[in-house]
């Protein structure tokens, strides 16, 4: 089936550093991904839809400026989480559409972002 | 707005036991069901999915009936194994908007013994 990768699986940084966290199809080309944060013993919260080629479209309430998603390549999205500080340690996790694909998610391994 | 409530876990059951994961939704419209597992150390997999009323989805032993009247969508499975330890996730996709759209439950993690 199609896969999807996620890198890294686990980053530590201090606070005010900006992150970057990749979202790979490796053998798929995804037009749509998309990112959610999840909580520990919460729910998976779509954060962003990101479209290849144009600007991604963010949920009520995330802010633009302190996540940046770029979807560059039909293989690649990657989010920047800018200035980290300890309340944005959690776990972040990609999904893509396969183009033509019907609408089903294949989902990356998450990545694990710890904030000092 | 869409919600999914699923049952708090741990669940932990012996091998061969009877498993249910209970799912609820709250929804405007007919969404789409879907229960998604993820397995240790790997990503979410679409494990099932009903699209209307009635409709019931089941692999690998597993199967979901799509209860428009209860609005649910509980998961099953008559005999669990000790590779079906997972976390099991419950999630919808309201009919009309974008069809990749998903909102998730909790997630329930299950913990079968030997």
């Known amino acids: 089936g199609a896969v999807v990768s996620q890198h890294p699986s686990r980053v530590i940084c201090k606070s005010g550093t900006s992150v970057k966290i990749e979202c790979r199809s490796l053998d798929f080309q995804a037009t749509t991904m998309f990112w959610y944060r999840q909580f520990p013993k919460q729910s998976l919260m779509l954060m962003a839809t990101?479209?290849?080629?144009?600007?991604?479209?963010?949920e009520q309430g995330v802010e633009k400026d302190k996540f940046l998603i770029n979807h560059a390549s039909l293989t690649l999205s990657t989010l920047t989480v800018t200035s980290a500080h300890p309340e944005d340690s959690s776990f972040y996790i990609c999904?893509?559409?396969?183009?033509?694909?019907?609408?089903?998610?294949?989902f990356g391994e998450g990545s694990r972002l710890t904030v000092l | 707005g869409n919600s999914v409530t699923q049952m708090e876990g741990p669940v932990t059951l012996s091998e061969e036991a009877f498993l249910t994961i209970n799912c609820t939704y709250t929804?405007?419209?007919?969404?789409?069901l879907f229960w998604y597992v993820q397995y240790p150390g790997e990503g979410l997999q679409l494990l099932l999915k009903?699209?209307?009323?009635?409709d019931k989805g089941s692999n690998k032993g597993f199967e979901a009936t799509y209860r428009k009247e209860t609005t649910s969508f509980h998961l099953e499975k008559g005999s669990v194994q000790v590779s079906d330890s997972a976390v099991y996730f419950c999630a919808l996709s309201a009919r009309g908007g974008s069809n990749y759209k998903l909102t998730f439950g909790k997630g329930t993690l299950l913990t079968v013994n030997p």
């Open positions: 999904s893509a559409a396969l183009a033509g694909g019907g609408g089903e998610l294949f």
């Open positions: 990101s479209n290849e080629g144009s600007k991604a479209t963010y």
């Open positions: 009903a699209t209307k009323a009635d």
């Open positions: 929804a405007t419209g007919y969404p789409s």
